[in-house]
């Protein structure tokens, strides 16, 4: 499973760096709506500090929705689905190959707009690590999530409209959770949030479980 | 030995729809089959079907030892399916391709080299992006896939389609060296001149059923060649 894992991942990331549709079309995407929340908000520095974490948070959860759609879009065609079916890998391993790759870009992607809100917002965070793992446990949840639903309506004509109606719900906890503890980490107030880590980490824990589970009947229902 | 493909009677469905009405097909290991028929008359679905991509709903269909109407997962990995969509990434060159296919079979990526070679993919070819080359070359790097990965049961549903002809040349020897290191390949086709001297036995299809049987023109010289038959192909 591991190594099956470890496989998709590269192909995964090598057709994103070949293809640069992360770098071209996700993170303009992202920081320009950063920055577009940046106009809705005003110029009020005390607003903008507010509201920064719910913001970035906002930013990541979309971005997450264009990912996911990247990564089965590589897949989209009749050849490349039914050739992962016949490959012999491992669906876990599938699983955790693509979650990877899309957790690999959503990092990558919040590093960017955490400079953003910085910059932008004039965010200063007084519990780096509590951000730091914030993101983490966060993204890991969003990228296992954003697989197993990406999976469900990979086969569906529709299925880049009803990926974000499906998904988007299903994250309001990693929106919220990750917020408050965003929030948290620029106050100071670790105690605070350490209790919001405690919903980010359930949840990140259940979709891979899930998605380790389902993935196979998942991708043949597909 | 049991047969490496055996159907009886098998009912597959594609969605909620019949794709297969009641087959018989046996194979052995070592043979060619051609499956020819007019559009919608089957071939994909039973290739499909013997790749464990439909779902039988009744019949027998056990292939490869494997029963799959129990479990298809198992069958799936000694199959190679080239249908009419190649199974590439785009963005992915022609070496890379082969690689990640071998490797996910569970073979060494050592055998990706001799395959391309084999299939003329050398130099600038096998450095280029799939997305980049024409239909013939994406049609040999698919077939580099399968020389590579050598499964036990060759797929192929028209695959001499977008070929020249020195690749339609190339695919013959390959379906012959296939069967004679004892892999089954089953092959569709439109163009029936240009498979039945590949085949052992020749399926006509139509409807979802086998309309015709009939002796390919590789079972005759391979009866002339041991002396067996009368070498003649009873066309029906």
Not at chain 1, 162 to 185: D, H, M
Not at chain 2, 17 to 39: C, H, I, Q, T, Y
Not at chain 2, 139 to 168: K, T, Y
Request: charged content about 15%; glycine content about 12%; some cysteine.
């Amino acid at each position: 499973m591991w190594r099956d894992a470890l496989l998709v991942a590269g192909k995964d990331l090598r057709i994103e760096l070949r293809s640069r549709v992360a770098l071209w079309q996700v993170l303009p995407f992202a920081v320009l709506a950063l920055v577009l929340f940046a106009f809705a908000l005003g110029p009020s520095p005390v607003a903008m500090r507010r509201a920064a974490p719910g913001l970035f948070w906002l930013a990541v959860l979309f971005s997450t929705v264009l990912a996911t759609q990247r990564s089965f879009a590589v897949e989209a065609g009749e050849g490349t689905r039914d050739g992962l079916r016949l490959s012999g890998l491992d669906p876990a391993g599938i699983f955790l190959g693509k979650a990877a790759a899309v957790f690999v870009q959503l990092a990558a992607l919040e590093l960017v707009l955490w400079a953003g809100v910085t910059l932008l917002f004039g965010v200063r965070i007084h519990a780096t690590w509590l951000a730091v793992i914030a993101c983490l446990l966060a993204t890991v949840g969003l990228s296992s999530a954003g697989v197993v639903y990406g999976a469900l309506s990979a086969g569906l004509r529709v299925r880049e409209t009803l990926l974000p109606l499906l998904v988007l719900p299903i994250l309001a906890p990693v929106l919220l959770a990750g917020s408050r503890a965003w929030s948290a980490a620029i106050d100071g107030a670790v105690s605070s949030g350490v209790g919001w880590l405690r919903i980010l980490a359930p949840f990140a824990v259940a979709y891979l479980a899930v998605g380790v589970a389902l993935y196979g009947p998942l991708q043949e229902a597909g | 030995m049991a047969p490496a493909i055996h159907l009886r009677t098998a009912v597959a469905l594609a969605g909620r729809f019949p794709a297969l009405s009641g087959v018989d097909l046996s194979a052995d290991s070592g043979e060619v089959v051609a499956v020819l028929g007019p559009n919608g008359a089957g071939k994909t679905s039973l290739l499909r079907t013997c790749a464990g991509l439909l779902a039988v709903t009744s019949g027998e269909a056990v292939v490869l030892g494997h029963d799959l109407r129990v479990d298809c997962s198992e069958v799936r990995r000694h199959v190679g399916l080239l249908g009419h969509a190649a199974p590439l990434y785009d963005e992915l060159t022609a070496a890379e391709n082969v690689r990640f296919a071998v490797r996910a079979a569970g073979c060494s990526s050592a055998r990706a080299e001799p395959a391309l070679e084999r299939l003329g993919l050398v130099g600038r070819l096998r450095r280029t992006t799939v997305g980049r080359l024409s239909a013939g070359q994406r049609r040999r790097v698919a077939l580099a896939v399968l020389v590579a990965r050598a499964p036990a049961l060759w797929l192929l549903d028209e695959p001499h389609a977008g070929l020249d002809a020195g690749a339609r040349r190339l695919l013959g020897e390959l379906v012959a060296e296939a069967a004679a290191g004892g892999a089954t390949v089953l092959l569709s086709s439109h163009e029936p001149e240009v498979v039945e001297p590949l085949a052992d036995q020749v399926m006509v299809m139509a409807g979802g059923r086998v309309a015709e049987w009939r002796r390919g023109g590789r079972r005759a010289l391979r009866s002339i060649g041991t002396g067996v038959g009368t070498g003649v192909t009873d066309v029906a």
